[in-house]
């Protein structure tokens, strides 16, 4: 069967969720950002994460629901002693990301 040629195909899969996430706490200068891609490597989730001017770190993270809540849940274990508050959004994903990435 041919694919119907008026789906995109970079188009996000049904079941794709997308958190926009923002870290605060001792969360600069510690390698969180490192951390944050390395974990993004054992899941199947794609993003950025970044750091911000008023010290906080801002992570945006799309994928199938249980990849992006796994992959949420392992990094704040492993950043946990520096992550002091978590405010999180859901939003539409938008496919925008080929991988996780760090942007400066």
């Given at each position: 069967?041919?694919?119907?040629?008026?789906?995109?195909?970079?188009?996000?899969?049904?079941?794709?969720?997308r958190r926009i996430v923002h870290y605060s706490g001792?969360?600069?200068?510690?390698?969180?950002?490192y951390c944050a891609r390395q974990t993004a490597e054992g899941f199947s989730v794609t993003g950025?994460?970044?750091?911000?001017p008023d010290g906080r770190v801002q992570l945006v993270v799309e994928g199938n629901d249980s990849q992006v809540e796994a992959?949420?849940?392992?990094?704040?274990?492993?950043?946990?002693?520096?992550?002091?508050h978590v405010d999180a959004q859901r939003e539409t994903p938008?496919?925008?990301?080929?991988?996780?990435?760090i942007r400066f």
């Amino acid at each position: 069967m041919n694919p119907d040629p008026h789906v995109d195909p970079n188009a996000p899969s049904p079941n794709a969720e997308r958190r926009i996430v923002h870290y605060s706490g001792r969360v600069q200068g510690v390698g969180f950002r490192y951390c944050a891609r390395q974990t993004a490597e054992g899941f199947s989730v794609t993003g950025s994460v970044r750091n911000l001017p008023d010290g906080r770190v801002q992570l945006v993270v799309e994928g199938n629901d249980s990849q992006v809540e796994a992959f949420l849940a392992e990094l704040a274990a492993r950043m946990a002693p520096n992550i002091r508050h978590v405010d999180a959004q859901r939003e539409t994903p938008t496919g925008e990301f080929t991988a996780f990435e760090i942007r400066f």
